[in-house]
């Protein structure tokens, strides 16, 4: 499920955060990378020396123990990367996440956002911390809406490939207008929150619920921090249409805010729209 992955490259990373992205990687059974660089330059040269760096990449990355195949194209960066990757049938996508401002990228886009909005694949989203190593998976939080995006993600959780000691499953609700009812949404909240606690301790060593109210974003993030977990779990929302494109989502935001990585798994597949301009050029099959 997650033993290949398809990881962006821009050859702009720092090697040795890149690395460190790679061996965190590792953590969720990962044995297989398809490094792949996309460029709008169609130049023979400038191919060729993307070619070459990302070989010396790819022989790095070798030493970690993963195998590699490495991937030029030219294009449109992120419909692309993301049809290259599920050419390939990478299990999930890796991007290696360089922090803009909210309202920039709500404004212009990133080449990172579309990947995000456009794949029909779980996305990880590397957050490298500046001066600790982000390596180890010690801890998960797992936010969950009680939707059917919870059968989707639940297969991940409990794979004996994602290597995690701690799970921490996450609810945020919102007040109910009377105490009756409140205290009836926050008891069903924490039936379903034991429910799947249930389903996934045999993965763990612990697991621990946490039921909240707030916004969902907002409390994410801020029970991340308190928490201090290595990795955020989180359902993309497939909603399309005018109000999405303004408002986002909490998949959308998430990257932004968190301090740590990110797992974004779609609840359904989305069909990726036709590309104008097919890619060329190439390495690996």
Known sequence: MLNSSAVKVSLEEPTSKFLEMMAFLRNFGTDTAHLIHVT???????????????????QAVSELGIAVQTHVHHGPV??????????HEAGYVSVFWVRQPVLRTALLGSVDADILRLSNLPV?????RLFKPAV????VLYATDFKDTDNVIMPYLVDERFKA???????????????????????DALANLQRLARE????????EVIETLGRARREIVKQAASLGVDLIVAGKSQQTGAVRQIVGSTADVLPHRA??????????????????EPSSGGQGP
Do not use: M, W
């Open 40 to 58: 709008s330059r169609s130049s023979a040269k400038h191919v060729q020396q993307a070619r070459d760096r990302l070989e010396e990449l790819g």
């Open 78 to 87: 992120p419909s692309t990367f993301v049809e290259v990757a599920e050419r």
């Open 124 to 128: 990880c989203i590397y957050n490298a």
């Open 136 to 139: 180890e998976l010690e801890s």
């Open 165 to 187: 000691r701690k799970l921490y499953l996450l609810h945020v609700g919102h007040r109910a207008p009377d105490p009756t009812t409140e205290n009836r949404r926050k008891e």
């Open 200 to 207: 996934c301790e045999h993965a763990y060593d612990e697991v």
């Open 259 to 276: 301090k740590c990585s990110v797992f974004i798994i779609p609840g359904t597949p989305r069909r990726l729209p036709p590309r104008g």
